[in-house]
């Protein structure tokens, strides 16, 4: 059963980086597209950054020159690097993947279930 885990969250002061993992495991499986996306307390959920299987990136406006997103296909894995945090990046991190679970022959889209990023001021 394919599972995708999020880690790297933390507590960090304002100014300082964090670099987020999304892992799939479970199965053979490959990784396709996967985005990276946030949700404050009371705010709505935002698309933070984007991966394509060919690794084009896009990324919101509020991150753009700040975060990275970079993946490593032999680990299965996606990365979110994040630099100059502000206290308004504080959110619970998760990521949504497309994957290819070989064993099963088809391609489904999974969630994490987020890691929690904290930046003081």
């Known amino acids: 059963q394919v599972q995708v885990v999020e880690s790297g969250g933390g507590l960090v002061q304002a100014g300082g980086s964090l670099r987020l993992s999304c892992a799939a495991s479970?199965?053979?499986?490959?990784?396709?597209?996967v985005d990276w996306y946030r949700r404050a307390p009371g705010k709505q959920r935002e698309l933070v950054a984007s991966i394509s299987t060919g690794s084009s990136t896009k990324y919101a406006d509020s991150v753009k020159g700040r975060f990275t997103i970079s993946r490593d296909n032999a680990k299965n894995t996606v990365y979110l690097q994040m630099n100059s945090l502000k206290p308004e990046d504080t959110a619970l991190y998760y990521c949504?993947?497309?994957?290819?679970?070989?064993?099963?022959?088809?391609?489904?889209?999974?969630w994490g279930q987020g890691t929690q990023v904290t930046v003081s001021s």
């Open positions: 949504f993947a497309a994957i290819f679970d070989y064993q099963l022959g088809y391609l489904d889209d999974y």
């Open positions: 479970g199965s053979t499986l490959a990784m396709y597209a």
